[in-house]
T-cell receptor
Framework: GIQVEQSPPDLILQEGANSTLRCNFS?????LQWFHQNPWGQLINLFY???GTKQNGRLSATTVATERYSLLYISSSQTTDSGVYFC?????????FGTGTSLTVIP | DSGVTQTPKHLITATGQRVTLRCSPR?????VYWYQQSLDQGLQFLIQ???????AKGNILERFSAQQFPDLHSELNLSSLELGDSALYFC???????????FGPGTRLTVL
């Protein structure tokens, strides 16, 4: 299967700071998605981004499929951004998840 | 609230038993996905259905099976349970394959 690596594994930010999370993958993929799991366990699909750049409020994502990586930008972080961010790639009809970046935003 | 419901929320059972987890997708969503999240394995994709038909199969054990019914709800059946099956099982739904997925709150399974 495809290897998905996320970095950094852990991140602690002061409220208001910006951050960049990275997802590297080992082979060509059909699709890439970013998910957020909040501290209560709820999973939310943030972006469906096989290539290019998308923005949603303070979050944006860029995928460079030819170089096999994707970046998730969080600007002006808030405490509600805390949780784990997962990247998942889709190859064929299979989903492969990274191990996540755990983000803690301190007030 | 994502609109996806899962029952039960918690399930405690013994090794060797069989359980059924249920998922009701959002109204209008034809695709249902099942995922397992455990401390050992992280998040893993199990299986996907689209409009009643199996569309993709991931790391699903042979002891596990699933189906999507004509009313589009889905059930995940886990049999001959082992300690290692203890995990959070999520269901997600989307309008079509590849569209944004909406997750249910999960079923926490504990096998003793």
């Amino acid at each position: 299967g495809i290897q998905v690596e996320q970095s950094p594994p852990d991140l602690i930010l002061q409220e208001g700071a910006n951050s960049t999370l990275r997802c590297n993958f080992s082979d060509s993929v059909n699709n890439l998605q970013w998910f957020h799991q909040n501290p209560w366990g709820q999973l939310i699909n943030l972006f469906y981004i096989p290539s290019g750049t998308k923005q949603n409020g303070r979050l944006s994502a860029t995928t460079v499929a030819t170089e096999r990586y994707s970046l998730l930008y969080i600007s002006s972080s808030q405490t509600t951004d805390s949780g784990v961010y997962f990247c998942a790639v889709v190859a064929g009809n299979q989903f492969y998840f990274g191990t996540g970046t755990s983000l803690t935003v301190i007030p | 609230d994502s609109g996806v419901t899962q029952t039960p929320k918690h399930l405690i059972t013994a090794t060797g038993q069989r359980v059924t987890l249920r998922c009701s997708p959002r109204s209008g969503d034809l695709s249902v996905y099942w995922y397992q999240q455990s401390l050992d394995q992280g998040l893993q994709f199990l299986i996907q259905y689209y409009n009643g038909e199996e569309r993709a199969k991931g790391n699903i054990l042979e002891r596990f099976s699933a189906q999507q019914f004509p009313d589009l709800h889905s059930e995940l059946n886990l049999s001959s349970l082992e300690l290692g099956d203890s995990a959070l099982y999520f269901c997600a739904s989307s309008v079509v394959y590849g569209a944004t997925q909406y997750f249910g709150p999960g079923t926490r399974l504990t096998v003793l």
